[in-house]
T-cell receptor, first 114, second 114 residues
Framework: DGGITQSPKYLFRKEGQNVTLSCEQN?????MYWYRQDPGQGLRLIYY???????QKGDIAEGYSVSREKKESFPLTVTSAQKNPTAFYLC?????????????FGAGSRLTVL | DQQVKQNSPSLSVQEGRISILNCDYT??????FLWYKKYPAEGPTFLIS?????DKNEDGRFTVFLNKSAKHLSLHIVPSQPGDSAVYFC?????????????FGPGTSLSVIP
C-alpha cells in the first residue's frame, strides 16, 4: 500500500538536544511538507520541498532544519534553538499534476521535551 | 494573523441531524478549498474540496458550499453519524511560484451524540 511513514511515533527529548524525525513516502510524490500541530492553532507549515536537493522555509522554520537527498525521504531535525518544540509533527506529500492540491499525511510524531 | 479561521472550536450534534461547520478566509488569492478530518494521534485525511469557480460540491453525506463574496465556506454533514466525531480542518490553497501552499484553520471538534 502506498503511503507516508513517520517515525518514531513518540519521542522524548531533554532540553538542549537535537532530534530528527523521519518521513518516508512511496507515493512517488514530488512535494513533501512538514507541519506542526498545537492545540487551537491548526497546522502550521515548517518546511516544504518540491524536488530533491531543494527546500523552502514555511511560516515557522526557526529552530528546524530539513534535507531532501532522496525523493522518498524528508527528515526534520528539531534543534536546540527551537524554543517550544513540544508538539505533534505531521509530514505530508503532494503529487504533481493532480490538480487537486490534496495533501496526503503520515500518522504523525509526538515530540515531548522534558 | 490567521488567513483561515474556524471560529467554533467545538460543535455537538445529535445523531441523524445535520452538522454545519463554518470557515472564513481573508486572502482573496485562495483558489482551492479543502476539508480534512482528523482523529486523535493520527494524521488528517482528505474529505472533500471545492474550486473557487464553483459554489457547491457534494460527495455522499458531505457537501461543501463556497460564498466567494463573503469569503466563507461551510461543510454540511447529513445525516451525522457517531463515526463522524473528529476534528475538522478547513484549508485553503493558492499557487505561489511553482508550489501549492496550503494554509489550515485551527479546526473544529465535532461530537456526534448517539
Amino acid at each position: 500500500d502506498g503511503g507516508i511513514t513517520q517515525s518514531p511515533k513518540y519521542l522524548f527529548r531533554k532540553e538542549g538536544q537535537n532530534v530528527t524525525l523521519s518521513c518516508e513516502q512511496n507515493l512517488n510524490h514530488d512535494a513533501m511538507y512538514w507541519y506542526r500541530q498545537d492545540p487551537g492553532q491548526g497546522l502550521r507549515l515548517i518546511y516544504y520541498s518540491q524536488i530533491v536537493n531543494d527546500f523552502q522555509k514555511g511560516d515557522i522554520a526557526e529552530g528546524y532544519s530539513v534535507s531532501r537527498e532522496k525523493k522518498e525521504s524528508f527528515p526534520l531535525t528539531v534543534t536546540s534553538a527551537q524554543k517550544n518544540p513540544t508538539a505533534f509533527y505531521l509530514c505530508a506529500s503532494m503529487g504533481r499534476g493532480t490538480g487537486a492540491n490534496v495533501l496526503t499525511f503520515g500518522a504523525g510524531s509526538r515530540l515531548t521535551v522534558l | 494573523d490567521q488567513q483561515v479561521k474556524q471560529n467554533s472550536p467545538s460543535l455537538s450534534v445529535q445523531e441523524g441531524r445535520i452538522s454545519i461547520l463554518n470557515c472564513d478566509y481573508t486572502n482573496s488569492m485562495f483558489d482551492y478549498f479543502l476539508w480534512y478530518k482528523k482523529y486523535p494521534a493520527e494524521g488528517p485525511t482528505f474529505l472533500i474540496s471545492i474550486s473557487s469557480i464553483k459554489d457547491k460540491n457534494e460527495d455522499g453525506r458531505f457537501t461543501v458550499f463556497l460564498n466567494k463574496s463573503a469569503k466563507h465556506l461551510s461543510l454540511h454533514i447529513v445525516p451525522s453519524q457517531p463515526g463522524d466525531s473528529a476534528v475538522y480542518f478547513c484549508a485553503a490553497s493558492a499557487r505561489e511560484t511553482s508550489y501549492d501552499k496550503v494554509i489550515f484553520g485551527p479546526g473544529t471538534s465535532l461530537s456526534v451524540i448517539p
